[in-house]
């Protein structure tokens, strides 16, 4: 007899993960803003409604492996840059049996996600401008631009944009892109080059007809995700077909 309290094997929650993935992308007038790819929900609950990438976690696969592998199921999709964001599990939060959700968040470059799947059930939507999502992913997606302009200020989670060297002209549209507003080029320069994060290459930006600015790269002994004394967590990547679907 189990004890008080206590449920029974096979009551307890269903687990499922779900990413949520910025890209930078222009505008109607052309100006970089934070774009994030959606999947139609093609069965029930909540049939047709926009949604997350996710699936169900498996009982022999690791949480940030099972991430990667759905977002390139759904969206095709292999970001360098994924960490773990929170994890949702309210009751309530799907009809039926209760869902605990483990959200990751993945930053990816512009070049990366104009390779990503798109199509009928998989399209792209401005993060700030979304639909109403299925479950409780309007909120989770609010949680993601929270954390992600939070942690712009004072790590270098920018690079995650950026390819191996930029200009601090383009770290700055980063800046401004994430944080939507204009930053002074001059306090901002002063900033990131008393910050320690950024090195000058010794090169400049060919093509330029003017003075050609200055490449920079990030310092590569820090790390863009610091988990502490847990370390990185490993991506397993695997080859997978591209297929639609979400979970809460």
């Given at each position: 007899m189990a004890a008080t309290g206590e449920r029974m094997p096979g009551a307890g929650a269903a687990l499922a993960v779900s990413t949520v993935i910025f890209a930078l992308r222009p505008d109607e007038d052309g100006r970089a803003t934070l774009w994030t790819p959606l999947v139609r929900r093609i069965r029930e609950p909540q049939q047709d409604l926009w949604a997350l990438p996710g699936g169900w976690l498996p009982l022999d696969e690791e949480l940030v492996s099972a991430a990667a592998r759905t977002l390139g199921e759904t969206t095709g999709l292999a970001p360098t840059y994924l960490e773990q964001l929170y994890t949702f599990g309210e009751l309530g939060r799907s009809p039926g049996r209760r869902v605990v959700s483990v959200v990751y968040w993945a930053l990816v470059q512009s070049a990366e996600a104009e390779r990503a799947a798109v199509g009928e059930n998989v399209r792209w939507f401005a993060a700030d401008a979304l639909p109403a999502l299925a479950f409780d992913h309007n909120r989770i997606v609010d949680y993601a631009l929270w954390r992600l302009r939070t942690k712009v200020e004072y790590s270098r989670i920018a690079h995650a944009f950026l390819g191996e060297t930029f200009t601090l002209a383009e770290l700055r549209e980063v800046h401004e892109a994430v944080l939507q507003?204009?930053?002074?080029?001059?306090?901002?320069?002063?900033?990131?080059?008393?910050?320690?994060?950024?090195?000058?290459?010794?090169?400049?930006?060919?093509g330029s007809p003017h003075r050609p600015p200055r490449l920079y790269r990030y310092d590569s002994s820090i790390d863009l995700a610091d988990r502490g004394p847990l370390g990185p967590e490993s991506v397993a990547a695997a080859s997978v077909p591209t297929r639609t679907g979400a979970r809460p």
């Open positions: 507003r204009s930053l002074d080029p001059a306090n901002f320069r002063r900033t990131i080059e008393s910050s320690g994060n950024v090195v000058a290459t010794g090169e400049v930006l060919s």
